[in-house]
């Protein structure tokens, strides 16, 4: 049975950190291109970053320089740290796995930036 597992999230101020955890079971995590997506109300999901299998990563424009992504093979574990945050980063944020035809999702952590 494939599990992710999302923790970190919260409430934290514009211009405040956090790191979200994404723990993965049931799946050979090596293989996987692991992601961060995110889902504002009356928004779509939408990409926030990537990470391949041999550690390239791909980061959507409005968070390139802010946020990080990392995986730690042996943990079978991805991070998203989350610096400078704005309000506009207020989402639900879900972690996916996929490799060739087959993915997964966590069931999201939800982000809120306010004063």
């Known amino acids: 049975q494939v599990q992710l597992v999302e923790s970190g999230g919260g409430l934290v101020q514009p211009g405040g950190s956090l790191t979200l955890s994404c723990a993965a079971s049931?799946?050979?995590?090596?293989?996987?291109?692991m992601g961060w997506y995110r889902q504002a109300p009356g928004k779509q999901r939408e990409l926030v970053a990537r990470?391949?299998?041999?550690?390239?990563?791909n980061y959507a424009d409005s968070v390139k320089g802010r946020f990080t992504i990392s995986r730690d093979n042996a943990k079978n574990t991805v991070y998203l740290q989350m610096n400078s945050l704005k309000f506009e980063d207020t989402a639900v944020y879900y972690c996916?796995?996929?490799?060739?035809?087959?993915?997964?999702w966590g069931q999201g952590t939800q982000v809120t930036v306010s004063s």
């Open positions: 990470i391949f299998s041999g550690g390239t990563t």
């Open positions: 049931g799946i050979i995590f090596s293989n996987y291109v």
């Open positions: 996916k796995a996929n490799w060739v035809t087959l993915e997964y």
